[in-house]
C-alpha cells in the first residue's frame, strides 16, 4: 500500500507519494494537463537541470545561498543529468502556465534530492526549497525558454549530421550516376536530355543549403533571457547573480550562449523560433521534393517511369502480389506534412503572445522539437534504407533518350526553330523518331546527328 506525505501549497494541502521527488505542484500539473500522453523531451529536461546547477553554481559565487546548500542542489542536478530520478518528471509536454509546471517539476525534483543528500526527508523543504534555493534569482519567465533554445541547438546539432551524411551520400550517386543519361522534363512534360549525375548533384546543392541555414539558425538561439527573471527587469535576482548565470551557464553545457542585449524583449518576443521553424520547414520541403522525384523516377515497374529502382523495403500490399511501394519516400512526405503543420503552429503561438510574456512556448517547443526529431530520424532512414541502394535503368533511360522529341531542341541554333517545331509535330503525329525523320529529310547525315544528338553533348 502505498503511503503519502502532506504537502501544502497556494491551492491548499495533498498527499504526494511518499517516495516522489516531485512534489505538490508537480502532481497538480500532472491531473490538470493529461493532453498529449507526451513527456517533455528528454533534452529539455537535460537543459533545465544544467541551468538548475549553474544557478546553484552562481548563487553560491555570490554569496546568496549556503555552501551546503549550494553544494547538494549541484549534487543532485549531476545525478539527475547522469540519467537518474527521469522518472519523476511527469508532466505532460502541452501545458498551461507558460511553462511553470516544467520549472517547478525540475525545483522539487532538485530540492528533494538535496533534502535527503543533507540527511532530511522529502518534503521538508525548510531544510531546502524549491523556490527560495532551487529557483532562487530565476522565473519560469527565463529558465523556460533558456531551456527550450539549448535544447533547439542540440537538436540542431543532431540534424546536421544527420544531413550532412545525407548530402555525402548524395555526392556518392551523383558520382556513381555521372555518365547515365535520362531525359529531362518540365511540367512533366518531355524537356531535353539531363545525366542522374547532375540530378543527384542537384539535390546535394540543396541539402548543403539546407546545412548552412540549421547553422544560422544556432547561432539565432544562442541569446538567452537568463537574468531577466519575470518579465526581462531582472526582479529579485542579485546583479552580481545577473552577471555570472550566462557565463557559467556556458561552463556546463560548452554551447557559445550569451546573454541577450535587452532582455525585456528575449522574454516577451519570440520571433527568433519562426525563424528557426521555418528553416526546418524549409529543409523538410527539400527533401520532400527529393522523394516525390525519386516516387516518380521509380513507378512502374511495367507501367511507370521506371528509370531507377528503389531498394526493396516490404510487400506494398494485402492483395496484390508482388507490388512493392515506394514507403522510404513516402515516410519523408508524410514528415513534412508534419512539419510544415507544426510550423503553422509555432507560427500562431508566437504571435498569440501578449505584453510581457507569451504563454505558449510549451506548444511552440513541442512541435519544434518534434520537426526536428522527426527530421532528424527522417534524413537517416532516407539515407540508408533508399538513397543508398539506388540502382538506375540504364537501357531504358537510353532508350527513353532516344525516342524524345525533345532532343530536337539540340538542332535549334542549327535548323531554327520554325524549322525544328514542325519536325517535332511530324515526329509525334508519324510516331517516329526524331533522328529518322532529320536523315529521311535530308536536314543532316547520320555523322552530323551523331556529334549534334549525342546525348552526352546535350548536357
Known amino acids: 500500500m502505498c503511503e ?6 497556494s491551492i491548499g494541502s495533498k498527499e504526494v507519494p511518499i517516495d516522489a521527488y516531485y512534489g505538490v505542484q508537480t502532481l497538480r500539473a500532472y491531473e490538470n494537463f493529461r493532453i498529449s500522453g507526451t513527456k517533455v523531451h528528454s533534452e529539455f529536461i537535460r537543459a533545465i537541470i544544467e541551468i538548475k546547477k549553474a544557478s546553484a553554481i552562481t548563487n553560491g559565487e555570490v554569496n546568496i545561498i549556503d555552501k551546503k546548500i549550494v553544494e547538494a542542489m549541484v549534487q543532485a542536478c549531476e545525478e539527475i543529468l547522469s540519467g537518474k530520478f527521469l522518472d519523476n518528471f511527469l508532466v505532460d509536454a502541452i501545458q498551461g502556465g507558460a511553462g511553470t509546471s516544467l520549472n517547478m517539476n525540475a525545483n522539487e525534483v532538485v530540492a528533494n534530492r538535496a533534502i535527503e543528500i543533507l540527511g532530511g526527508n522529502k518534503g521538508d523543504y525548510a531544510i531546502v526549497h524549491p523556490n527560495d534555493h532551487v529557483n532562487c534569482g530565476q522565473s519560469t ?16 546539432d543532431k540534424a546536421i549530421v544527420a544531413l550532412s551524411d545525407f548530402y555525402t551520400a548524395l555526392q556518392r550517386k551523383a558520382k556513381e550516376f555521372k555518365s547515365v543519361i535520362k531525359m529531362g522534363r518540365t511540367e512533366m512534360q518531355d524537356a531535353v536530355p539531363i545525366s542522374f549525375g547532375q540530378s543527384f548533384s542537384a539535390y ?20 538567452i533571457n537568463m537574468g531577466g527573471t519575470a518579465i526581462g527587469t531582472g526582479i529579485n535576482a542579485d546583479k552580481d547573480y545577473i552577471k555570472k548565470i550566462v557565463p557559467n551557464l556556458v561552463k556546463i553545457t560548452g554551447l557559445d550562449l550569451s546573454q541577450a542585449d535587452d532582455l525585456i524583449d528575449a522574454t516577451q518576443n519570440l520571433d527568433g523560433f519562426v525563424y528557426v521553424s521555418g528553416i526546418v520547414k524549409s529543409c523538410a520541403t527539400t527533401l520532400s521534393k527529393i522523394a516525390n522525384d525519386l516516387r516518380l523516377m521509380s513507378s512502374g515497374p511495367r507501367t511507370g517511369f521506371s528509370e531507377i529502382n528503389l531498394p526493396p523495403k516490404q510487400n506494398g500490399s494485402s492483395i496484390m502480389p508482388g507490388k512493392i511501394n515506394p514507403v ?18 509555432i507560427t500562431l503561438a508566437v504571435e498569440g503572445g501578449q505584453l510581457e510574456l507569451n504563454a505558449f512556448e510549451p506548444i511552440i517547443f513541442h512541435c519544434l522539437f518534434e520537426s526536428l526529431e522527426t527530421l532528424t530520424n527522417g534524413v537517416k532512414v532516407f539515407k540508408k534504407d533508399c538513397i543508398d541502394g539506388i540502382t538506375v535503368n540504364v537501357d531504358n533511360c537510353e532508350d527513353e533518350v532516344e525516342r524524345s522529341i525533345g532532343i530536337i531542341t539540340a538542332l535549334c541554333p542549327y535548323i531554327g526553330y520554325t524549322k525544328a517545331s514542325k519536325i517535332a509535330k511530324k515526329a509525334l503525329k508519324e510516331k517516329k523518331n526524331v533522328r529518322e525523320i532529320l536523315i529521311s529529310e535530308n536536314i543532316a547525315s547520320v555523322e552530323e546527328l551523331d556529334k549534334i544528338l549525342n546525348p552526352k553533348n546535350m548536357i
Open 4 to 9: 503519502f506525505r502532506l504537502e501544502n501549497d
Open 141 to 156: 519567465n527565463d529558465v523556460f525558454p533558456s531551456a527550450g533554445k539549448i535544447a533547439t541547438i542540440r537538436l540542431l
Open 204 to 223: 546535394a546543392s540543396a541539402i548543403k543549403r539546407d546545412i548552412i541555414r540549421f547553422k544560422k539558425a544556432k547561432k539565432e538561439l544562442s541569446k
Open 328 to 345: 522510404i519516400p513516402e515516410v519523408i512526405n508524410q514528415i513534412a506534412f508534419n512539419v510544415i503543420g507544426n510550423d503553422t503552429t
